[in-house]
């Protein structure tokens, strides 16, 4: 994560600025106490909606302006190759966060068939052994990059220890959380939009397929 809080309001200090990114980063805080977000609250760059606190648009284009690298630099290079690999992982993850929540034909998966969870899990660990080199590579060009792989190694642990929300359960920093985390910097170092992504997600797993 980059840390200088440079395009915030009135030249805050970094704590404020590394604040706004990581609100951005998660999307949301839950139950977060008062004097930790007022300060976010009161330069507008959060909301509060019950025991959620959210960023604000303000908040987003602050927090872009903050991850975004260089364009046209090696560093944007290097990153947007280690993008490109982790498209068609990305891909693979949501299948496997939908079949552990249904089952083939539609219906809800309650968890009574082992054999079928067990090929869910295999199916996981395809995925976790995938995004390895892909989070390697990005380490050497981004920093504060080398925070996810230990965040998803304990997310698999504790969904292995038998607390499967941590597969995909907003609640937690979940395996599919911390995921969703790491794509959404990806987009703002990047400066790619949602649509951008979602096309070229959709090219890259089309080629994959031959």
């Known amino acids: 994560m980059q840390s200088a809080a440079v395009g915030l309001p009135d030249a805050p200090d970094e704590p404020l600025g590394e604040a706004v990114v990581d609100l951005v980063l998660r999307g949301m805080w839950r139950g977060r106490p008062e004097s ?3 300060p976010l609250v009161d330069a507008g760059l959060a ?21 975004r ?42 968890h009574s068939d082992d054999a079928y969870d067990a090929g869910v899990r295999e199916s996981l660990e395809d995925v976790h052994e995938a995004i390895q080199p892909v989070l390697r590579r990005l380490e050497r060009v981004l920093a504060g990059s080398d925070r996810y792989l230990p965040a998803l190694e304990e997310a698999l642990d504790r969904f292995d220890d038998g607390a499967t929300a941590w597969l995909a359960s907003p ?40």
């Open 47 to 67: 909301m509060v909606k019950g025991p959620v606190v959210l960023p604000t648009e303000r908040a987003k284009a602050a927090a872009a302006r903050m991850l």
């Open 36 to 38: 930790e977000h007022s």
């Open 171 to 210: 609640l937690c920093d979940s395996y599919h959380t911390v995921w969703m985390r790491l794509h959404q910097e990806l987009l703002l170092v990047l400066g790619i939009s949602r649509a951008e992504d979602e096309a070229l997600e959709e090219e890259l797993v089309t080629r994959s397929r031959g």
């Open 69 to 110: 690298v260089p364009t046209g630099s090696e560093q944007e290079a290097r990153i947007t190759a280690a993008y490109e690999a982790f498209l068609p992982v990305n891909r693979k993850i949501r299948d496997v966060c939908t079949a552990w929540q249904c089952r083939p034909d539609g219906s809800a998966n309650d």
